[in-house]
Every structure is written in C-alpha cells, then in structure tokens.
C-alpha cells in the first residue's frame, strides 16, 4: 500500500495572506524567498511545493489583492447610476483603501512593481497590465455612460478623460506613499471633478 504524504502543517490561505501583506510593504524586488519563508513560518521548499516560484505566489498575492482591496473602486465604477458619479466614487473609494489604517498607504499596482533587474521583467509587464485594465475599466464606464444618455462624447475624447482618470487615480497613490492625508487627497479629487464639466462640454 502507498503512503501518503506528509499532511500540510500550514493553512496556504493564511499563508498567502501573509504574502500579500510582506509583498505590500516591500515591494516584489525587495521581498526575499527566505523573507517570505520566515514571515510566512515555512521553509522555502513548502512555499515552492504550494504556490510554486515567487514569481508565481507574486501573482497569487495579486489576484488576492484585487478581490480584496482593489475591488471597492470597480465596485463603484460598476454601481453608480451615472458616469460622473460612477468615477466620483471610484476616486473616493481609491483614496479610502490607500489611506486605511492597516495596510501601507499605496496601491499594490503602482508601487510594488519591480524597478531593474531584467529577471523581473515579466512581473513589470504583469503589472503594468493590470495597469492598463484600470483604464480599460475606467473607459468602459464612460461608454456606458454615452450608451445610457448621461455623456455625449466621441469616442476618442472617452479615451481621453478615461486616461485623465486613470492618471489622477494612480497619481493619488503616489500622493499617499509620500505622506498625503485622506483630506488632501479628498482635495485633490474635488479638484478633478471639477474638471469634469469642462472634459465633458468640450467633446460634445
């Protein structure tokens, strides 16, 4: 009869979860396999037998991410009733998560991307991906807004406003890391919105 093998004396999910926290606060390039090891209570061959290299519990660590604290600003781009309100709320919500209280105070996106080593260039590409599906997401909801009759705008000026958007959303990021408070990015949001009768009344 076969033995079995050595029953797992770690739960991945809280491991993975312990992942993303380290992957948070170090950024990819200055997270360790044996930084993970140690932050994780496992040896580093467990972590390649459960989530394989670092490259991929990096990728893991993401779709995590994106469930979790990336969901609340697509939540409300998918939720509001207009386009305006829909990129209000996705500002405010942007600015929420990367203010709160228990976790670094930068999006995962913009700040934990490697920076120089050629090895790493599939992580840069992997995240300068999900960067773009941000203003992807972002433009599909202008065009929703021209299908329901709350825009009139052509469609290379929703381009346009969804980069402006997007910029402003990841530009908040960098506000935060570097020390900006919760009220000055509210600030910097009213700002932007204010710019949206402008954007909108020069493409219609």
Not at 147 to 165: E, I, K, N, S
Not at 186 to 198: H, L
């Amino acid at each position: 009869m076969a033995t079995r093998g050595r029953p797992r004396t770690f739960d991945p999910d809280v491991a993975l979860g312990t992942a993303l926290d380290l992957f948070w606060e170090r950024g990819y390039e200055g997270t360790s396999l044996s930084d993970l090891a140690d932050a994780m209570g496992i040896a580093s061959a467990s972590i390649y037998a459960c989530f394989g290299s670092k490259e991929q519990l990096f990728r893991k660590v993401m779709a995590r991410y994106a469930t979790t604290s990336g969901e609340p600003p697509r939540r409300a781009l998918r939720d509001q009733p207009t386009a305006r309100a829909a990129i209000h709320a996705m500002l405010r919500a942007t600015a929420d998560q990367i203010t709160g209280p228990d976790t670094p105070h930068y999006c995962m996106l913009i700040l934990a991307a490697p920076t120089g080593a050629v090895e790493n260039h599939a992580i840069r590409e992997f995240l300068a991906d999900r960067r773009r599906d941000q203003h992807t997401t972002i433009r599909d909801r202008l065009v929703r807004g021209v299908a329901d009759g709350d825009l009139t705008m052509p469609a290379a000026t929703v381009d346009a406003v969804a980069r402006y958007y997007t910029t402003v959303m990841q530009g908040l990021s960098i506000q935060a890391r570097d020390g900006a408070t919760r009220a000055d990015l509210e600030a910097v949001i009213t700002c932007a919105m204010a710019a949206w009768d402008t954007l909108t009344a020069t493409a219609g």
